[in-house]
């Protein structure tokens, strides 16, 4: 071979093409810039701890992408496709989150939510180490471990894409975290826990939000596509790492999951390290030459009806479904209309118990310090008495406005929350306090099985019955009560058609159903009277069967705070 005549300083200023470069090899030898190959030709020579260490990896990030609980096929072979609810799909598609192995759950709101990790870890080196024992028996040629590499990788990598996507599109969309409601603006700084305070420096800035979800999503869409999953990789590594610090930071307890994609994403950036690194470190030119199959035929078909109903279904359909659930539905806000002429915050300016005035004091437990009716169907009152703390992040899939707790969890200094049902003929609310007090254990052992970042579907059959509002077996229903009149429930009708026709769906009605078995709460039975608003009278019976006597004059307040332009839910 004629090698060509190249100058030191050329040489040293890197200014020699890959052909030049390829010419002045010795024959038999390969430099570090290699021309491109046949697919189905080998990429590495694979040495024996190489492949030891690939069947463990092989077994371990199987076990960890692909589901392994027969209530998700269930699940997803009973989705009533025609009336879909988002958050069907999005439970599809977090079909990570529901991996158990021996009883034990992947994610919880503890370092002890990785014991699966472990435990999958050491079930994929026995089953690796079988599989070295059996292959000792039958020599296997290299191009078998890349073909064998190559769909570990497809795995991964749609299940990463598909899994961040439907996470992604609550923020796209900013229903995960909330713009502040008007009882924790009013709510003292000091009696928001940390997670609160994180989650609602994200939900006072929704289009950043957006622009998190943004990232996310496009993150997810280039793992679809072999020559894009670089770049979707480094986007999910670098987001998703952050959130899982963020939780550790702030104890926000959902760290498990946002980890479980940072797993996924190192993985898939392994790939690339032997070339970033001699092209970035030693700074040798670099041509990429990676292995993939060479599909043929029917075969090529099936990659492209795959891949094409994956796409329509998680980036298209599910926009559409998280889209409509952001406007009518929102998943963590309830979604009815609260009663026009009563939104607002208010001043309490008279307040009697059985008759008896109580003057205004900071330090009374029973007296109300301020209310405020928001554009939902929630009444927020404050007193000195405390209430039980719930740690929870308001997540979930609950169907029913009393089940959507985000206004009240993560909040103390005495704020009590009231879902109100109105009687508009007789001018009747049926009040339910939100916060239930004894639920909070059933909520703390929630979040130990079932962290997430928007709300998890457990598959385990009590997380997925918590979800949905049904009791379980810690939580004894009551028996009904009838409290609410049957010609008053006619005044107030159903909850399930409140909302517009569109956002309607199969799990919606079902939901709601299964979370209107009467369970105990606090209950209020309220008259009001009101002609502009300015000013609301409130008698009737409080939660302790005391006659109260309610005066509400109108608080014009400002707020720093400027409203977004980007809001859920249609309240008008």
Known sequence: MAIPNISPERADLGLISPEELLDTQPSGKQSAVTAPVPAT??????????????????????SMSLPNNVDWYKEVIALDWLHLHYRDLYDVARFGSGLTLFGNKMFGSTLNGYATWIITLLFATVVGLIWTGIARFRRKEAREYNWLYYWLRVIVRYRAGIGIIGFGFTKLMPTQLPYPSLGVLNTNFGDLTAQKIYWLSI????????????????????LFFRATTFWGSVLLFG???????????????????SSYFVLLSGFLLIYYVKDIYN???????????YFYPALTGWQQYVRIGLKTATIGIFLVLLYWLQYVNFVYDPYKQPAQKGIKELRGNYTVTEFRLNGKPLPYSPLDSVRWQEATFEKWTTLTFKTAKPVELDLSNGGGAPMRDINRTFELTGVAGGQRVFYYEADPKNHVLYLQDKNRGARNQENREFLANNSDLGGNRNNQSGGRRRERGESTTSEKPSVPDNWIPKDALANIGPEDPKIAAIARSTRRTKGIEAESKPVK????????????????????????????????????????????????????
Not at 210 to 220: K, Q
Not at 239 to 246: F, H, K, P, R
Request: hydrophobic share 40%.
């Open 41 to 62: 030709e080998q990429r590495y020579t694979w040495t024996e701890g190489q492949k030891i260490l690939f069947r463990i990896a092989f077994v371990f990030f199987v």
């Open 203 to 222: 939900g006072i800035a929704p289009w950043y939000e957006a622009f998190t979800g943004v990232v996310e999503v496009l993150a997810g869409a280039l």
């Open 239 to 257: 987001a998703l790492a952050d959130i899982v610090y963020v939780n550790l930071a702030y104890d926000g307890g959902v760290h498990g999951y």
């Open 279 to 289: 092209l970035l470190i030693r700074e040798r030119p670099t041509i990429p030459n």
């Open 521 to 572: 709460r606090n209950r209020m039975i309220l008259h009001y009277q009101t002609t502009d608003g300015k000013r609301v009278i409130l008698t009737g019976i409080n939660e302790n069967k005391d006659s109260i006597y309610v005066v509400l004059d109108r608080a014009n307040r400002k707020y720093a705070l400027s409203e977004s332009t980007l809001k859920a839910g249609t309240y008008e």
